[in-house]
């Protein structure tokens, strides 16, 4: 092989490297656009909710967002450590109870949790509505969800309307929270 | 009979003895150390998070239990994916982490001998040729070298 062709093959490998850390960085990019979810509910807008279909906590099975259109779907992130998921977790249980017969659902996604921990948590605060679990946190990202507990409002079509970081514990939030599903709710 | 006997007391020895290879259970601190905690990700040794305590809390139960190193960690990425685990798997996707760089250093080795050999062929192949000197110049010079010397 002479110096030529090794510096050519060098050369090739130096640009397959640039090019492969570039198409790295790329999806890294496009993988975080989740994060824009709660912004662009923020600023008005209605972005489709991230599909996904995750293992069943409270039954066996799975269950998909997808299988949810025509329903409200009030979308709680939470984990069994988490303490102020622990105040909100009977607000979202009462949420339910009053609101499941006029088409709204409250979704559970328990996530970087052990399973019988966040089994024990159902239990211990008689939660009756779906829960889901997603133990490495995989749909997360796609929620830009950063703490526990998020909560997402989606519209009979699948799309975010609107979006809490914290708990929705203070009497604002819960008015806002209730004036947006009222929303939704709405034909 | 003298045989038998021995052979007798090395089986009853082997049968009541510690087995000696029997594997040592795995400690905490170790596995605190091999495990990350997914919400902080760094190491549970390093790390105070709620999820992390409850981690250890786990090992050390599972280690009571008797389980072992790596069903205690099998256990963990059952719950928590394979994120937990500060190193990747020695199989499947997470082998490719650990044969990369063996890889790339091995193609780096092999790329510089082969540079380096043929360079050390060019110099060998290609001496450098000694610049003639033109019988004008040769003239000139000596002609200039006369006139100095005089």
Redesign the interface.
Known sequence: MTAQRVKLVGQGVAIGIVVLLFLLLARALATGEGGDVAAAAARGERPEAPDFALERLDRKGELALPALRGKVVVLNFWASWCIPCKEEAPYLEQLWRENRGRGLVVLGVDAKDFRGDARRFARRFELTFPLVYDGPGDILPDYGVTGFPETFVLDRAGRVVEAYTGAVNAAEDRARLEAAVERALAP | MTRVVVAAAIALLAATAPPLLAAEPPRAADLEAELVC??CETTLDQSNA??AE?MKL?IRERIAAGDSEQEIKDALV??????VLATPPKGGFGLLAWLVPIVALL?GAI?TA??VR??AH?REEEPEPEAPIEPELDRRVDEALARYDS
């Open positions: 997914p919400v709620p999820v409850r786990f059952a719950q928590f994916g394979p994120g193609a790329a082969v540079l043929s360079w060019r």
